[in-house]
């Protein structure tokens, strides 16, 4: 455990700075957007009432108050949370090739050392989770402050106040990363969980056999996909839908788990039998 943990620590200062970055451009550009799209709103309204002499209750008849969802769905709010999930994905390769750029491969270090070489794949799918949740977790913070700054330009009679959780459940956009309830929680992260996982297996794959590795990394996948959906097929088109939601929700975690378990199998078997350097 000492060893796991002394890993993860390892993997998640090595992405520490770009994490910061991503947080950074995440807080700006979201800041900015709650700025210009306040700023139009009013800017608009002093136009149809001042320049236009339209009287407030029928432009806020017309136009309506202004709430946190006109920001929520401009680019402003959701171009950062693209490119954190684009960083993410991104790094889910990165940060296993990384070990291999150089003159001086640093995955030879690692495999050498004093310490079962699965760990490195449960500390590296283990950075890839921290840096998941804690983009959502700062992305929780972020909203309340946006919402006071908007507030705080955007007088009462011409805002529509909304709370943080109406937020998240008014966008169906925003339920895939924050999840309504414990059993969407389980099945996006869960399934996230499990896709890393595969990704991570071909990749090893490729590493183990070059070429004929990206073949059988592709191959496991697909045998990967297709036991997973594997219920969902039968229920479907072969036992004309005989399961209730409940057992095939159920089906599904196991063949889940099934899977999770088969892609750290043979991780563990080509970390320590062939990845080579």
């Known amino acids: ?138 992305q929780l913070i972020i909203i309340p402050i946006e919402m006071l700054v908007m507030k705080a330009m955007v007088p009462d009679e011409f805002r529509l106040d909304m709370g943080v959780v109406e937020v998240l459940t008014t966008m169906p956009e925003l339920t895939l990363i924050y999840p309504s309830s414990i059993m969407q929680f389980i099945f996006h992260y869960g399934l996230g969980l499990l896709a890393v996982s595969i990704l991570f297996t071909g990749i090893l794959f490729e590493r183990s056999f070059k070429w004929k590795g990206i073949f059988a990394g592709l191959l496991y996948g697909g045998i990967a996909v297709i036991v997973l959906i594997l219920p969902l097929l039968l229920h479907e088109f072969v036992l004309n839908s005989y399961f209730y939601p409940i057992e095939l929700f159920v089906l599904e975690i196991v063949m889940g788990l099934i899977v999770f378990a088969a892609s750290i199998w043979v991780s563990g078997f080509l970390l320590k039998n062939k990845v080579t350097v």
């Open 1 to 138: 455990m000492k060893n796991y943990l002394q890993l993860v620590n390892f993997e998640f200062n090595r992405i520490a700075k770009l994490f910061t970055v991503l947080l950074g451009i995440t807080f700006v550009a979201q800041m900015i957007g709650v700025v210009v799209q306040s700023r139009s709103y009013l800017n608009m309204a002093n136009e149809k009432m001042y320049k236009e002499m339209m009287p407030q209750a029928e432009f806020l008849e017309n136009f309506g108050q202004m709430s946190f969802l006109q920001i929520a769905r401009s680019s402003w709010f959701f171009g950062p949370i693209a490119l954190c999930i684009a960083g993410v994905a991104f790094y889910i390769f990165f940060i296993w090739y990384r070990d291999w750029i150089g003159k001086n491969t640093f995955i030879y270090r690692l495999l050498m050392l004093p310490t079962s070489r699965l760990n490195i794949f449960f500390a590296k799918i283990t950075t890839i989770l921290i840096m998941t949740f804690g983009f959502v977790a700062v």
